[in-house]
C-alpha cells in the first residue's frame, strides 16, 4: 500500500509542472489570431489555479472573445460571466 501512495505521489509531482500554464500559453491567450491556438492557451491559464485572480478573469475574457468569434455564443457566456466572477471591475 506504501508502494502504491509513493507511486500516485511520485507521478503527480511529475505531472504538476505539465499542467501549470507558461508563457507561451499566456502569449497565446492574449493575441494569438487563431482562435483554437487562442482557446488552448486560455484554457491553460484558467486551469493554472496557481495564476492571479486577475489574469485568470482576463483568459476567461480572451477565451470568450475567440469562441464568440468562432460563433459558440453559449461558451462566451459562460467565459464572459466567469470572467466577471474573478473580477467584477
Keep these: 500500500m506504501r508502494f502504491v501512495f509513493l507511486l500516485v505521489s511520485s ?18 491567450c492574449r493575441q494569438s489570431s487563431d482562435q483554437d491556438r487562442r482557446i488552448a492557451g486560455c484554457t491553460r ?20 472573445q475567440a469562441f464568440q468569434a468562432k460563433g459558440d455564443s453559449e461558451r462566451a457566456s459562460r467565459d464572459f460571466n466567469e470572467a466577471n466572477a474573478l473580477e467584477p471591475k
Design 11 to 28: 507521478l503527480l509531482a511529475i505531472a504538476a509542472p505539465a499542467l501549470a500554464a507558461n508563457q507561451a500559453d499566456r502569449d497565446d
Design 45 to 64: 491559464v484558467v486551469e493554472d489555479k496557481s495564476e492571479a485572480a486577475a489574469e485568470r478573469a482576463t483568459a476567461y475574457n480572451n477565451r470568450g
